[in-house]
């Protein structure tokens, strides 16, 4: 067996390979991230996101384009409200840091703001690192601007850049998320509150494999500081999040998810998704590695559109929702269910046949002896009015 660096190469390059020649590499950040690990029985997913395929380029060659993603007006806007949080060396974030999560502890007047900067991914994730270690013996507040963590996925390393840690004075880390929706009289829209504490859950992971290789590891809180604008002003306020639950479902997920090695192995020789491929040769690559769709997915994966029609044509019944499909048991399509509800397939001692057969002759019945609408039997019920006479025109 070759050495793991060997392996880890010999990887890259198959990777490198099915993105074309050429090609660089889409880094896989947080938000992909969690996405890939609420969906992770997608096989297409797991090894698009690992070989670094920009699904939105792929997904306009197949004819299918993604309208997933944010806005460039709520890409501006939420630049210049992080920029905003920040200056000053960011005094206000660590205010509010020290309001929302340690208001026990000294004041963060003198905080330490460590410059980040190296080569590549993989530098910035050691310079990281290592000013985490060093903010830890100095003690104090220190504030990471945009640190560099590198979180196994797969068997393959993935950046994830988060806007801010925060060191405290105890040694802990903590997460800060800044998110330009409002937080109005306290609290903001639920559903973008669970996704910013998905993400967020992400890089509390990939913290925690930084403090698990120092001696002693430091504790990484499962609170999170999230950053909003103040009602409707530009003013930032925040509030303290547990992440644990997130935490814990998005560890669970990424142990399950299949190995890339094993996916790359698995496909034809000569494999490639690369954009520039003619359109048959492009779709047969990217058929040629199964996928798990359900509705979720328009709303997290450029290549839901593409992935729904073909779903859709094959009858699959994951088109419906994955609660339906966990109901059906070994009915894996439309047709079979039909077959079974009347009578035609399927066997009657499982549980999820013998359900749509009774609901098919519930029903019939229903259907069957369905009275007519109120006022049917009235003489006048179901006659056309004659037209009153049109006046003239003036």
């Not at 290592?130 to 013996?137: N, P, T």
Request: net charge neutral.
């Amino acid at each position: 067996m070759p050495p793991p660096r060997t392996r880890g190469a010999a990887l890259r390059q198959q990777l490198a390979e099915l993105r074309g020649p050429d090609v660089p590499a889409k880094a896989l950040d947080a938000r992909a991230l969690a996405a890939l690990a609420a969906n992770p029985g997608c096989r297409r997913r797991a090894i698009l996101d690992g070989a670094g395929v920009n699904k939105a380029a792929l997904a306009g060659a197949l004819g299918s384009p993604s309208v997933f993603g944010q806005s460039q007006f709520a890409f501006t806007r939420g630049n210049a409200f992080e920029s905003r949080v920040k200056a000053d060396g960011g005094t206000e974030l660590l205010r509010l840091a020290h309001e929302k999560l340690d208001p026990g502890a000294a004041s963060p007047d003198h905080a330490r703001v460590p410059e980040l900067s190296a080569v590549g991914p993989e530098g910035r994730a050691a310079r990281t690192a290592l000013a985490l270690r060093e903010a830890v013996e100095a003690g104090g507040w220190t504030l990471l601007d945009h640190p560099m963590l590198a979180l196994d996925v797969a068997g393959s390393p993935a950046f994830l850049e988060p806007d801010a840690v925060v060191v405290h004075p105890d040694g802990s880390w903590t997460v800060v998320e800044i998110k330009s929706f409002p937080m109005l009289d306290g609290s903001a829209d639920p559903a973008k509150v669970g996704a910013a504490a998905r993400q967020a859950a992400v890089y509390v992971l990939a913290l925690e494999e930084v403090a698990a290789r120092l001696h002693p590891a430091p504790p990484v809180r499962h609170r999170i500081l999230l950053v909003c604008p103040k009602d409707f002003s530009n003013l930032p306020t925040a509030s303290a999040v547990d992440v644990r639950r997130q935490r814990a479902v998005t560890r669970r997920q990424l142990t399950r998810l299949t190995r890339i090695q094993d996916i790359a192995d698995t496909l034809p020789q000569g494999t490639c998704f690369s954009p520039e491929l003619p359109a048959a040769e492009l779709t047969a690559a990217v058929e040629s590695v199964p996928a798990t769709y359900a509705p979720e997915c328009l709303s997290a994966c450029e290549l839901a559109f593409h992935c729904r029609a073909r779903s859709r044509a094959a009858g699959a019944v994951t088109s419906l929702g994955r609660s339906i499909r966990a109901e059906l048991g070994d009915l894996a399509t439309v047709g079979d269910v039909l077959a079974a509800a009347r009578g035609e397939a399927g066997d009657p001692r499982d549980p999820a046949v013998a359900a749509l057969r009774r609901a098919a002759r519930l029903r019939a019945e229903a259907l069957a002896g369905r009275p007519g609408p109120p006022g049917a039997d009235h003489p006048g019920f179901g006659t056309i009015p004659e037209p009153a006479e049109a006046a003239p025109c003036r």
